[in-house]
């Protein structure tokens, strides 16, 4: 086995002009690969499906970043452009064990499977308004401004009780906060921003409960025990953060994959396949999110012929391991939304630290996809394929913009 020592890391673009080949390379470097973070940060990065199973459910790596060397040593600067991802403040998404089970159960008795189902009628109103607006005329109109950013920026805005009127300055911090382009300068006064906003959110609703997911965390309990208001403002910022960027990226993944597979879009606008299938299939194939960042390593962790070693850190390369042969079969690496599943993928995440947005998120693309199609079902790309450019975000899979012609 190998720690690491002396061995050559794949250094993840910053600004993503390859996901597919970059995902590739991690893939080929085995379970565990040695990588570098934009910033010159050394990371690994597990690869493989089954691998990832075991490491995502393992006690020895947990969320605690007072376990990673690195940050003990002074050596992770507090305007590094991820820091908001690796140290993003306590919330159940950064916590492990006992803390993590009393959080996970508070927000579980807010984040109701009836309180997601009832935002269907909402989220269908919504598909409907943003398809009203959408112009008439033969030209191309960027999907992803048009439909695919608002409809989950305004589902989000009502689940969590946020003014609309904060939504345009959310867009801009949010873009800075995922960016490896963020200036230095502007990384802690973005963080603040939004750790004010949504402290600003928390303290309205302390004042004025209404029904919501904000007021819902607040007033949750569980034996005598509530969430802090630091709690429910990470947890906000958090939530915000996943529930809209990865619904963004997998509506705009999923036109681009339909437009690019006719016979497939054919299969589904049919009936022949369900809508489910592909967003399921755009999850696996195209999942919305590259890379999660991050957990530390208690003690010496073999993984395969390798090792993370203690004190090292770990983040889970889900656009790698969606294409896993060893998972997904000698086909993995092509979109088929009629793909006899065999292993389910587990681009939400897996264990405790499963995404609790994934319900919405699932719901929100099966409201808006068929609900396009039903409305242009000629819709096409408006430019190739390969001229669509992937924003610098290293943990997200999201495009610039989705240039499309509505009625082909």
Request: hydrophobic share 45%; aromatic share 4%.
């Amino acid at each position: 086995m190998t720690t690491g020592t002396g061995t050559s890391r794949i250094a993840l673009d910053p600004f993503v002009t390859d996901l597919d080949g970059e995902s590739a390379a991690l893939r080929a470097a085995g379970p565990l690969a040695a990588v570098e973070l934009p910033g010159g940060v050394p990371v690994w990065a597990v690869t493989r499906h089954a691998e990832a199973k075991a490491l995502l459910t393992d006690p020895r790596l947990v969320k605690d970043i007072n376990v990673w060397g690195a940050w003990r040593r002074g050596e992770i600067p507090a305007d590094w452009p991820l820091i908001g991802l690796a140290n993003p403040g306590r919330s159940m998404l950064t916590v492990d064990g006992a803390d993590h089970r009393r959080m996970r159960t508070l927000v579980a008795q807010a984040l109701t499977p009836r309180r997601v189902e009832l935002m269907r009628e909402r989220i269908e109103k919504l598909t409907q308004d943003l398809l009203d607006a959408l112009p008439d005329g033969g030209g191309a109109v960027d999907l992803k401004a048009a439909f695919a950013y608002p409809l989950p920026m305004y589902v989000v805005a009502e689940l969590m009780g946020i003014d609309e009127s904060s939504l345009p300055r959310l867009k801009v911090l949010f873009e800075k906060f995922f960016s490896t382009q963020t200036p230095p300068a502007e990384v802690v006064a973005t963080l603040t921003e939004l750790a004010g906003i949504m402290a600003a959110t928390v303290a309205a609703k302390r004042a004025e409960p209404g029904d919501d997911l904000t007021s819902a965390l607040i007033l949750a309990s569980a034996d005598g025990d509530h969430l802090t208001d630091e709690e429910i403002v990470a947890t906000l910022q958090l939530m915000i953060a996943a529930g809209h960027e990865t619904t963004i990226s997998l509506i705009v993944n999923a036109v681009v994959n339909l437009s690019t597979h006719p016979d497939q879009r054919e299969l589904v606008l049919s009936g022949r396949v369900d809508w489910s299938a592909v967003v399921e299939e755009t999850l696996r194939w195209s999942t919305p999110t590259s890379h999660v960042l991050i957990r530390f390593a208690t003690e010496d962790v073999p993984v395969g012929d390798r090792v993370i070693p203690a004190g090292d850190a770990l983040i889970v390369s889900y656009g790698a391991l969606g294409r896993d042969e060893e998972a997904h079969g000698p086909s993995a690496g092509e979109f088929d939304v009629t793909r006899e599943i065999t292993n389910r993928h587990i681009s939400f995440g897996h264990g405790p630290h499963v995404c609790p947005g994934a319900a919405l998120s699932r719901l929100e693309a099966a409201v808006a996809l068929p609900a396009l199609y039903a409305r242009f079902p000629h819709l096409d790309l408006a430019v190739p394929a390969s001229e669509l450019r992937n924003k610098p975000v290293v943990t997200q899979n999201d495009l610039f913009e989705l240039p499309v012609r509505l009625n082909g």
